[in-house]
């Protein structure tokens, strides 16, 4: 079946350093491709996604290029902020009607001034 | 903007009550869902709803579990008799388009089972 495997945290590191988040994914087909974050005390929230590969998804300086060839969604930030201290979570929805999301475990990132 | 919100945002019940989690999903959206997060672990989705008839369930969502509409705005969760192991975070999520449209998901209601 479908399946997201995320690193394990958590992550600590200083203000300004490079954030690598590793993704990837099994699926059969296609799927589309999602970041989610999880601020400390408040809900989900998409990040960004990418539908097909090679596309590159991009928000809050925040990127993740959809890999076919190695089936990766990495999420990386040049210099992260203490504000970027969440959960991120990797998620992946299969092709077709109302396909549901398959989640990663999530890695906990805490930045420290 | 939009936005998904859910009531309450934290529910303290006894084992072996009724709870009812409410959804006010963005107004245009046709496809609804339940996922829950128990702490320390993974997002799990429990139900799909369009039409208003469930589209797919996992084998979470048992017969304790149910969903519904009733007014066109709400959409609700109801567990029928709480145990220790449903406590957990439950999100509410709902999109306007089957295939590729953004999943919109709540701040979610946290439920502490006692």
């Known amino acids: 079946g479908n399946s997201v495997t995320q690193m394990e945290g958590p992550v600590t590191l200083s203000e300004e350093a490079f954030l690598t988040i590793n993704c990837t994914y099994t699926?059969?087909?296609?799927?589309?491709l999602f970041w989610y974050v999880q601020y400390p005390g408040e809900g989900l929230q998409l990040l960004l996604k990418a539908t097909k590969a090679d596309d590159k998804g991009s928000n809050k300086g925040f990127e993740a290029t959809y890999r076919k060839e190695t089936t990766s969604f990495h999420l990386e930030k040049g210099s992260v902020q203490v504000s970027d201290s969440a959960v991120y979570f990797c998620a992946s929805k299969g092709a077709g009607n109302n396909r549901k999301l398959i989640w990663g475990l999530g890695t906990s990132l805490a930045v420290n001034p | 903007e939009p936005e998904v919100t859910q009531t309450p945002s934290h529910q303290v019940t006894q084992m072996g009550q009724e709870v009812i989690l409410r959804c006010v999903p963005i107004s245009n959206h046709l496809y609804f869902y339940w996922y829950r997060q128990i702490l320390g672990q993974k997002v799990e989705f429990l139900v799909s709803?369009?039409?208003?008839?469930?589209?797919?369930k996992s084998e979470i969502f048992d017969d304790q579990f149910s969903v519904e509409r009733p007014d066109g705005s709400n959409f609700t969760l109801k567990i029928r008799s709480t145990k220790l192991e449903d406590s957990a975070m439950y999100f509410c999520?709902?999109?306007?388009?089957?295939?590729?449209?953004?999943?919109?998901f709540g701040e979610g209601s946290r439920l502490t089972v006692l």
């Open positions: 709803f369009y039409n208003n008839e469930i589209s797919e």
């Open positions: 999520a709902s999109k306007e388009t089957a295939n590729t449209g953004e999943l919109f």
């Open positions: 699926a059969t087909g296609y799927p589309s």
